[in-house]
């Protein structure tokens, strides 16, 4: 489900490229601090998924509260 989920998330992400240097940065909106930024388009989104993997599994471990997406919620609940 963890792929499926951050597929969805790659899926909203946004793009521009900065004239003044000809980099790109990359963003999802909804999560705050995913951003990355490449020479190319491919290492910027490279990247950006490898920035969202590590924030979500760290999100998961402190049990934050994640976005729903696409009707996939991965929030971690404590049981009794």
Known sequence: MIREYISAAMAKADYKIYPEDGT??????????????G?????????????????LLLGIVLQDDLPVMDGMDINVTATA
């Open 39 to 55: 020479d190319t388009l491919e290492e910027c989104v490279r990247v950006l998924e490898e920035v969202l993997e590590e924030w």
């Open 24 to 37: 790109f940065y990359g963003e999802i909106p909804g999560f705050q601090g995913v951003y990355s930024v």
